[in-house]
């Protein structure tokens, strides 16, 4: 799949597509990914009565294991070792388009039948500070599952150890019930994700409160892209998982269904939540923009209200700053020989200030924050009776 | 169902994701949501001649009463004791995933076949200054249907007051419209919340009219995000009721779907108005926006005539204010010395003012609320066989 | 359905949903609308040779002549009397959830099949100087049509004087053709409301291009709103007359298969005319809010011209208006008594006024209507060989 | 179909619907048009080897060739003459609707099956400075093809001259080929609007650039009006040869299918350039709406830019044009009195302008475009190392 | 397919339609286009064993090859001799319709069944500066694959060198494999496209930032331009490949099958990828507008805070000014004769301006970039226990 990565540390290539094969390559070829993690297996084969665990073990160790028990998990790590990856494929019987996709990282989740085994790709997520998501593959056919991840993290520590409890439902379930266990499991590590997503919203809606506006724009649309980026991941896995439940009965049970049928249902609330936060996204937006633009208005309504006050006042000083000689003629500025002539300048003045301070109060545009009613005006005070 | 809600109250996490489990449980553990309301179960049972009622009693007097009378309604709400719900669950064999969705709230509305009985999710609502939800979960087979409510209300208690009448339908009908008339009672409770709407809406309408604008862009966006709330419920109920209708016939007859039928056509109604409602919450954004900038619009022009008015005259009394000696030349401000320079000056300056204000008229500029015709326009004084 | 109504009239209440039935009323109760019209029958009863009309019967008439004709069609108007609507259901077999659907107005159209007849909604419009809806219902069974409408109108005047009429289709065909002469006579008075609409934005175009202004955003969101009422009593309607053709083959013969697709074609039109006058809507309101943005723009520029030649000749006047005394010092002001100071400073005012007035000619700005290309641009005047 | 014609020339009606039936008139009732063109018709019969032509022939004539030859052509122009229409519709068993439907124009683009015919409408358009849309509707049977034009065109023109070389396709192929054939021609008509619209786009793009500005947003939506209407009539069109293709195998045999899904091919292909000219569309307004508002900012700095740079200097001015008395005391404006009083004004007032200079140039405001790079912004100078 | 190419070369016809066959001609006429590339055909014909190449060969040449290995692949490029591509076609039975579509370039992608064989057009591009799409048209039968470029390019080179290796899995397969080879070629083609959309927008991205602003909102436009035209080609290439694997198993086996699901996915990734890269265009776009408004805000609070300290300032100096005659009365200013009045005067105008400069201050909006919280505003005041 190509998720697009805006990588915060390097300056250029932000918006590039992550690891992908060359053009050209022949259809199978496994391509280990640059930095990929060292490849390590993790065996555990048990029925309702018993379990062997091996850890770090080698594709000969798990020849031996084949058949012996009821179901195999094979836990792997790291896509580093090309020829682990070849060998254990060539064991299970995997299909090579199914390899390529699992090294070929990122891939969309989907579920793929082969003929003989399923393949899955789905997408553990992690958020510290940003999202980071990882894929992990599956495999499963009669008798075994494999998981696969790109990068060792705890997602399946917890199911690990309800598997060592005898009677458990795991332990008593075959591999279908496994496969659903594990992909419960991918599912579960969506949900701290989109708590993150609901703190940062409420943190922007709080600094648009506080009429803070530092960087709200550039967050915003970094919270909006990390939803898209997990709503790209969840989308599709919600077809692949409903598609689980329907085609492929010779390896999922009736009771199996009904537990896939509870995933489907969480991945269905984890794009409801996207759904959600996303209008919350747009809403944060539309309130920053309301309110950038009310203090503009503000801006420009008190620019307005100064400037009107004063240009009459200063045209009259002006006026009477005219050096017109009153000698010349009586017509020539008799008003500054006048005893009374500066007091009435001055009086004049006021009355002119306080004439459109008054025009202003009546309109509404004295209101301090800039968004007050717009008292009597003209269609306000008609007779109640129209 | 991952409903945000907006608390009111808390200055902190409010577009919270509600009481989820915790990652990594076991499929179908019971985990009781904090603050859950207590258990109380109440048992009606009843056929078209007989009817028992047993108010608050245990899950051991429940067992005696089931295959005694053709339907047993148990009407329970509150889910703290954890040990009530396993217990019931076992006596009427419920699928623990089942009674996981239950007490995990909140849900998304859905009905699902188990082996032996319907499960499903719907949401009451009450609205008192805002919208609040309330999960409620049925479980329906041979001969019983358990209505589980998150925290108790009134909504069932007018079909309880029908059902003790002797002879009315729900009396002589079977577990079917039994969960019929609940589901029916249970969508009975949108109605108030939309007329709430239409009430916010025709206020917010009012206040935009009247020139106010307080706080209206916050309450256009908390409106709609209530609309959004409620239409979220509201939709996948509608898929719901009717896949109720089509694959369930096992437990639902032939008279039950048309019933079914019309509690469908209620859920579309609501959607019908839902979608009416926030095209109004548009309009009205629309109308205040508008509003906003023809003020906006108003104070620009009213500063253009205010200043382009007295800027000219300004300069003008400027002008005739300049320091030039008339003695050192004839040529240095001879108007200073003419007899009828003052009046000259008025003169001049007072026919700038009217020709400008003759402009603005003509323009169309003067009108009081800034929306006047732009009368006498270039292309409107063509001749009219054109 | 949940039409929402803007009533022009009350102040109050405008996005009201209409009457609806109060919750937790028992499936099946009919409830008289308050303001309901009284209640009159009108029974016509006929055969391809006979016909039999009765005004204002009573129910027990109309028992009379159930069997006697071919076709039995019965119009009734007014949904008042309760008794009235309770015994012709009962006479007729109608189903009380019919009947409730009926006189809970407004219903959503819809068409329903029941056990023994159908059931359908929709509404007929009319336009004086608003759009109004009123509901038309419609039972149809083996042999019998009962059209029910909510208010007196004349929408079925001119399919009773064709069906008087011995010999035409109406009169020789059943009663399949009947309830689709009486669909399209309803469909026909749609037509009418979209010449409204059209005419409406013949009048909202007008006033834009002749710079009106008053109303007008208010205006268009008073047509959209029509328009989208109007669709949605259509919409619905497209499905419902869809629906009638593919699964009522019981009541719907071939022949009048082939007139309800006439039928479904003219709501097809109706909605396709809607879409336009929407579309047309939004290309009104967009002239018009560029109509106000350039003469904001224009106003802006109007005021920078006056402005930036004003403010630096306003300068110069007051630089030598200053009071230095040039006899202090050679250095201060000499200008003063130069013999040709004054006319120099005039000068030099009018080089920098005809300076920026040309500027503002090289840029475009003088344009009158603010909206003259930008001649000589810089990129216009490279040379063509780039 | 309701096609909504903007007449240029007509002052009122513009968004008019064209002419339809008045209301409740009975199906099947062929109304003539006002302003119809004069009915021709014109009969062409032929077989592989044989053919013949009778222009403005009539109907009895056309009665003698029918059953002659293999296929019939009858092309007919004009729906003036409506004894015409229903004695070709009785001679050939057409349905009345279908005859209705033919001769109320405006029809949505449909093909619809009757009992002994297929009934199809589609439309042809020219485009001479605007759109003109004409409708042609054809009826196919057993041995027969009607094409009936609204007005006379010359889309079929090119059909006839390779109707008359013996040994060509048409001529050795059946009825189904000849409607296939028509269809063709008149979808060819829609590629000469397709690319008067990429002139205009072309035009307008010009004009954008070029700084013009007269009325493109007029033009842009008129453009956009233009290739809607289009659309309206194509995209009904695409489903109808869908539907010709799959539905009526007794009359269209598997050879014609394979031409008739090139003629699906074609509308797809139109459908998908009008997609492109739509989006044309909106980046051509998008860049228009851009650079109005980069000129309406450029307006905003110039003025910002000589205002601020003036006031303060006119601020100086002002101060030194205070009338104190400087012989009242030293503290009385002694500036007016030293030597370099004057030119330490001036170059006080040059030291401010050219700091605000510096300070607009540093901040990128002097771009004479107003788009230069904001040099030197705070966060740019911060050391590389962060 | 009608791309719409906008030429940057050519000053007009930039939204034209490219080449296509003029109305009316007759169906299935080859129309070489303007400017066609010459013809060349290479043949190549293997089998497990063996393989034979000729290049530049003749029509003559390859119907000596037919039939005799298990697959024949004739690769040909430029459609310049219709007479080649006519016998071709004659040697191989290819349909006249898929012929013309062939050489009617451009198509859009599609898959199409024909009696005897399979035709199948898609698009190759390259990325030099800008996007440029070459068509490619596949015929595919019992023992044969034609490949018919528009042009010469090396997209099929590296496939080449894989068929001349022995024991490789297309030279062992059959020709549904070679199909899929090819196809997976042609797909692999629109990486390094995607690769260089990501490099635009990291480039807009830093422009963006870092102030520039000269033509993004036209090479945001361009971006987003080629973005759709990539996606125009690639979405209809996804519905047929699908096609392609579920209709034509009498020609694509159970193992191609599987490999063209690969292909698919690699289809459906470039469009997941490109909805990105469109989403990523939207956002550098909403960035621009946001830096462009809040240039514009800081240039008007500059204007708004320059003026409102100097207006009422000047308005003090111009009182100052003004020549009321102190020796006509003691009211006439005799502020001027008071030994502290300008004194006095100075500190007035200080006392306002700093004032003045307070208020800004406390309402942020003094912060030098524009975005500084509002400290203090009133409603962050109130004591905390609210
Ligand atoms: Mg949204
Ligand atoms: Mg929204
Ligand atoms: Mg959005
Ligand atoms: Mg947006
Ligand atoms: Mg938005
Ligand atoms: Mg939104
Ligand atoms: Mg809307
Ligand atoms: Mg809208
Ligand atoms: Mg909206
Ligand atoms: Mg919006
Ligand atoms: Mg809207
Ligand atoms: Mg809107
Ligand atoms: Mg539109
Ligand atoms: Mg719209
Ligand atoms: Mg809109
Ligand atoms: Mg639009
Ligand atoms: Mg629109
Ligand atoms: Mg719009
Ligand atoms: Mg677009
Ligand atoms: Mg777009
Ligand atoms: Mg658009
Ligand atoms: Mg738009
Ligand atoms: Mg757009
Ligand atoms: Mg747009
Ligand atoms: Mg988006
Ligand atoms: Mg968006
Ligand atoms: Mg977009
Ligand atoms: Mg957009
Ligand atoms: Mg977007
Ligand atoms: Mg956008
Ligand atoms: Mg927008």
């Not at 075959?174 to 419960?184: I, K, N, P, R, T």
């Not at 409801?272 to 809403?283: F, G, I, P, V």
Request: proline share 6%.
């Amino acid at each position: 799949m190509a998720i697009l990565k805006r990588d915060p540390n390097k300056k250029k290539r932000r918006w590039r597509l992550r690891h992908r094969v060359k053009p050209n390559t022949r259809p199978g070829t496994i391509i280990v990914p640059e930095k990929a993690a060292p490849t390590r297996l993790h065996a555990t084969a048990y029925g309702p009565d018993e379990i062997v665990e091996k850890l770090d073990c080698t594709v000969a160790q798990i020849k031996k294991l084949i058949g012996k028990y009821p179901v195999l998990w094979i836990d792997a790590v790291g896509l580093k070792e090309e020829s682990v990856i070849r060998e254990l494929g060539e064991l299970l019987k995997l299909h090579p388009l199914s390899l390529e996709d699992m090294s070929n990282i990122p891939q969309r989740p989907k579920i793929e039948g082969y003929p003989n085994h399923l393949f899955a790709v789905a997408h553990t997520t992690t958020y510290k500070k940003s999202l980071a998501i990882s894929q992990v593959s599956f495999f499963a056919g009669e008798g075994f599952v494999v998981s696969w991840r790109e990068r060792t993290n705890d997602c399946f520590d917890f199911l690990r150890k309800r598997l060592e409890v005898k009677g458990g439902t795991t332990r008593s379930s075959g591999e279908d019930y496994l496969l659903y266990a594990l992909m419960d499991a991918v599912i579960d590590t969506y949900f701290p994700a989109l708590e993150s997503f609901g703190d940062k919203l409420d943190d922007l809606d709080d600094r648009v409160e506080a009429g803070h506006s530092g960087d709200i724009v550039k967050d915003i649309h970094a919270t909006r892209h990390e939803i898209r980026l997990l709503r790209r991941i969840v989308w599709p896995l919600r077809d692949a998982v409903d598609g689980l439940m329907r085609k492929h009965d010779w390896l999922i049970g009736e009771e199996a269904i009904i537990h896939f049928r509870d995933c489907h249902d969480h991945v269905v609330q984890v794009l409801d939540a996207l759904e959600s936060y996303r209008d919350a996204c747009s809403d944060v937006r539309d309130h920053y923009a309301t309110a950038v633009s009310n203090r503009m208005n503000e801006t420009m309504r008190f620019l307005t209200i100064i400037s009107t006050i004063f240009i009459p006042l200063g045209f009259l000083a002006g006026l009477y700053g005219m050096n017109f000689n009153p000698e010349a003629s009586k017509l020539n500025m008799p008003e500054l020989n006048w005893p009374w002539g500066y007091p009435i300048a001055l009086g004049l003045m006021g009355t002119i200030a306080l004439g459109q301070v008054y025009y202003f109060w009546r309109r509404g545009w004295l209101g301090g924050n800039g968004e007050k009613p717009k008292n009597a005006s003209p269609q306000q005070m008609k007779p109640p009776n129209k």
